[in-house]
Structures are given as structure tokens and as C-alpha cells.
């Protein structure tokens, strides 16, 4: 696939400090979800409880708006940023995909594509509408209109991939994801089904039915994160919004308020996007001061699409103050020689990597990731196989190095692809030491 990661613009963030903001914590993770399904079980106990007075319109209102938040736990964990126990991520990730009506390896491989495509509403799964945006279907999602797509999960259960997954989802994911498909069939249908057995809409209004009722407020902010800006270009300061939003809903929202800062580092978890905002705010747009501002700028701007439909708006950009940096390989003399295994490249000095880091080397045009893991060196290509991000931005955590794009995984001694949206192998290089140095050893080209 083209190297479409690398295209995208990104704020200069010190890697030592954005190293620390992508550290994953369980307990950061594990205090929030327990928060957040704590609320939603009392407000559900509050609704039953009210079922019969006036009261229960609100408190069915408020449950609602809980549940379809867990939305943002299911996106957070498509990113499986949340906690630093995979096993953990992943758990949430399929309660919470069932919850929001989502098939979860489906739904993870769109998000994927709409990282790598934000805003690019050819190509883009979660644009809602490319322009001019189509009023209905903005006003059908504040009511949970369209959120929910049986239509693929019912075809992936009845082992149908068409075109448009088959551009989405890679082949060998295709098995996986049909026999959840037909776990998320079985399981809706039992709801369906215990219902009507037992005369009660009651499983249905808990569960499927909050997914409308509950909409408005997820979906409010939900379009502030892209409708009217730019299309179709390579920066999240043009195509993403920042919003101020009050404490209550920043917690639900799982800080999504910072969305340009989540799109350009989405190895970031939510609890350190604040951290993340206080360093680069002054290299991004203002952010608008609430809801009410940005949809101030939104629906003029919906409704004047609809007569000139490429009317948008273009957020204003500080001035530039330093240059979008990469990370540079200190210059040296480069040495090489051969034996009968490889031809050997002088790469990084060995004291400028630290344990459970990578760095990268350039050598002929091609890039190098090198990481240091419990005192030894590895040397792989550090182009992400899945859509070209420099691994040698990423994160090293438990022997693997994590893609900066879409947190792709690959074992760091073999290479081999361990977390999707990685399936291809990377390739490996030995590695010695030698005067300093460490250098990598490329294949010997036979005559
Ligand atoms: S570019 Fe997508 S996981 Fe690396």
C-alpha cells in the first residue's frame, strides 16, 4: 500500500515527552471504565425505578446518552490505548462494540481507514456525508438514525464479503470477523427474542433502543469533529475541530474535544491528550470556547453548501515557528564491510539508544528502524507494512514496536505482524556491535 501516514502533517513534540505521553496505564484505563459503567448501571437502576412517573423520560434520557457514550470506549479501545494489558483492551473492546451495535473487527479496520483517510470522503468510512453534506442524514444521527448498520453485519453472518469490505478488511481477517458476525447476530437476536418470550420491551429499551433514544449529546459532539472544514488534505488542523467542553461531558467524551491532537498522535491514550494540547496548542487552530460556537460556524455553513457545494471552512493556523521536524540520524562517516553473511552497515551510535527504544537509519534511501530490548540490538525495515508510518515513531511495549498510525503491532526479534492492522511480516536484519557502534547486516546480492 502507498506510504499515505507520512503525508500528513505533524506538530514538533519532543519524542522523549511524547514517548511518556503514549505510556499505557491499566489503572488510568480500569478507574475510567469503572466509572463510566458505574454511572450507566445507577442511571439504569434509577430509570427502572422511575418507569411509570414523568421522571423517567429524563432519566431514560440521561442512560441513554451514557450508553451511546460507550461509543468512545469502543473507539478507544479500536486503538487499544486505554490499558496497557492487551487482554484487558480487547475484552472492552468486544463488550463495548456489541453495546454500540458495532461487529468489532469491522468497525476497528473502518476506524483504521478513517485515520488514514481523515476527512477524504471518497475514501473515508466514517465521513457521514461529503459535501454538501446532506442535512438528513446530520439530523437522522442526533436520533441514532444510521449509526447502527445491520446490513453488513448481517451479510458478514451470512459469509457474504463484498467489494466494499474487501477493500477494507484484508482476507485474513475475513474468517474471524464472519464468525463474530454471527455471534452479534445470535446475541441480538436472543435480546430480540427474550422479549418477546417474556412480554417486555424492557432488554430492548436497556440496549438496542438507547442507541436512539440516548443519541442526541454523543452525536452533537460527534459532528463537531469534522463536518464543514476541508476535504481531501493532509492535515489535521484543516479537517479536525477542537472544541471547549465542560468536565462532565470531557469525561464521557473520553477527551475527544482534542480531536486534532488524537488524529495526529493516536498512540496518545485519552488521559494524556490534556498533556498532549498543553504542548502543542500553539501550533494548532484555536480551539472554538463551546458546542454552541462551533455549530455557530457549522450550520451556516451546512446550509450554504447545499446551493455552493464546495463551500467549507478553513480554520486559521498560527504562524509557523519552527519547521515540521523529523527525527534526524546524527550524520557520521559511514562505514561498511563484508563477510560471508552480510554486507555490514554502520548505523546509530550505541550509547544514543536506550533500552526498550527504536531509532531510525536511513541507508540508500530505504528506512531502518534499530531498538535496543533488554541490553540487545534489532535492526528491521521501518516502513509499517500496513500503510507505511515510520515505526521508528512508535512506542516499543512487550518486545513488540507499536505503529504510530493505527497501533499495529509487529514482534520486534522476528518481525512478525501481531496486532492488526498489521497482517504483513516485516523484514529483519542481523545486528553487531563494533566500535561504538551498532551496525546492521544487509543481504549479500549474489551475482
Ligand atoms: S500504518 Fe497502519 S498500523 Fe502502521
Redesign the pocket.
Known sequence: ?EN??EKWYSCTVDREELLKLMERSNKKGIVQVTLHFTILILLGVLSYNLIGTYWMYPAFFAYGTVYCFLNHVMHETHHRTPFKSNGLNEFVHWITAFAHGAEPIFDRWGH?QH??YTYFPDVDPEVPSARPIKISIIVGQFFGIGIIRPIPIIKHALGIVDDYTKNLVPESDWKKMIWSSRLWVLAYLAIIGFSIYFLTLLPLIFTLFARFYGAFIPSMLNHTQHVGLEENVYDHRLNTRNVKINRILSFLYWNMEYHIEHHMYPGVPFHALPKLNNLVKDQLPKPYKSVWAAYKEMIPTILKQQKESDFHVTPILPEEKSTNSKTEFNKREETIFQDSEAKWISSIKIDDLKSNDVLPFKYNDTDYAIYKLDGHFFASTA???????L?SK?IVIDNTIE???????FDIKTGKAT????CDHLQTFPTREKDGYIYIGLPLISN
Open positions: 500500500m499515505e501516514f483504521a485515520h488514514t516502513k509499517c507494512t500496513h500503510a507505511g508510518a515505526l512508535g505503529c504510530p498510525a493505527h497501533q499495529g503491532r496486532h492488526s492492522p498489521a
